[in-house]
């Protein structure tokens, strides 16, 4: 593992020598999902269920102790975000309403992101989120809308020319659409004939259990994937074995990474690692004044995407992304962090 003070200096300096404007020439496509987020806080479970269950018992009634907010959602439209506030040019590609195309010219056009992809004949996808501050969990009840079934036959010549002409495309939701495997694969095939880079970020496969064979034994060692992120949980289901220690963890990356061509790269709340030939592992921040609970795969990936595009080191490429997560989840609000707000973080350790 890596001295955390010894690569923030390191990155600290090739973030100052970055040319901040030439960022946006860097293009990245993500695709397919928008979801809005509707959060609803409160201090603990077992509370909130009494209270909850009291006025359901009562035939209805009003439940005012709690703080909500709705904001953007969905792996790739959050990613998108994160990645244009860092002053990359990101472009999505999904399906939603009319009114969903509303949304995402509120929250992530005016922000810089390419709208240009969105089609609109679909429904909007929404998921209302229950946050317990007690122990930093959720519990998250989704409406899927048109994400369920985004295919490969949806794209159009528009999009397939934005793809063929960025840096990297990165296809995420594979756990919620139940076209994931051939639109991930077809989506690699069509990347890599232009020479792009290619990222996969698969979501939690529990509600996928039946395709998990496939996608291990087709989808994840295709040459023309290049790149996977993913967390403890969803590396426990792909090698089909526990992973109780951090030892264990690594040990297990490194042994889906001989079964496959892509990098493995992992993220968890006590550190990231990246296996191509070798291990390297990035400690996480402390987890202190956590505010949210989701997001912080999505802001990770942002980070890491970014590292890859400027040919960071790994180590600087891991840290990176680690610290664009952490300003998110600590954020009062759900803002994505800029490159000097990294700065700032760094220059703190």
């Known amino acids: 593992m890596v001295k955390l003070e010894e690569t923030a200096k390191k990155l600290i300096k090739t973030l100052k020598e970055t040319d901040f404007q030439i960022l946006n020439e860097y293009n990245v496509v993500l695709l397919p999902d928008f979801f809005i987020d ?68 509120f929250f992530l056009g005016k922000e810089g992101v390419d709208l240009s992809c969105v089609k609109t004949n679909g429904k909007l996808a929404i998921t209302t989120a229950l946050e317990f501050e007690d122990n930093n969990s ?26 063929s002409n960025s840096n990297m495309v990165c296809v995420t939701t594979w756990n919620l659409n139940k076209h994931g495997s051939t639109l991930a694969e077809n989506i690699f095939k069509l990347a890599k004939k232009h020479g792009i880079k290619t990222y996969f970020d698969t979501g939690d496969p529990s509600p996928k259990k039946h395709e998990i064979r496939n996608l291990t034994e087709k989808i994840l060692p295709d040459k023309n994937l290049e790149i996977v992120g993913l967390n403890e949980n969803e590396l426990k289901y792909y090698s089909n074995s526990e992973t109780n220690t951090n030892e264990e963890i690594i040990d297990t990356a490194k042994k889906l990474k001989e079964k496959i061509h892509a990098r493995v790269d992992v993220h968890t709340a006590d550190f990231a690692c990246s296996i191509k030939d070798k291990p390297v592992v990035v400690p996480s921040f402390k987890k202190t ?9 999505d802001a990770w990936n942002a980070g890491n ?13 891991l840290l990176f992304a680690n610290s664009v997560a952490f300003c998110y989840i600590t954020n009062p609000d759900p803002v994505h962090p800029t490159i000097q707000d990294i700065i700032n973080l760094l220059g703190n350790i």
């Open 138 to 163: 959720n519990v998250m009840i989704g409406e899927l809308g048109s994400v369920s079934n985004f295919s490969y036959e949806l794209l159009d010549d528009h999009d397939k020319k934005i793809i």
């Open 289 to 297: 004044n956590i505010r949210r609970t989701t997001g912080a795969g």
């Open 38 to 105: 509707h959060f609803i806080k409160l201090k603990n479970f077992e509370n909130s269920y009494e209270k909850i269950k009291i006025i359901h018992e009562q035939g209805g009634g009003n439940y005012p102790e709690s703080s909500q907010y709705i904001t953007q959602g969905g792996n790739s439209a959050n990613t998108a975000l994160a990645l244009s506030t860092l002053g990359v040019k990101p472009h999505l590609i999904c399906k939603t309403s009319r009114f969903g195309l509303y949304l995402l010219e």
């Open 305 to 317: 995407i970014f590292g890859e595009l400027l040919n960071f080191d790994d180590d600087e490429r």
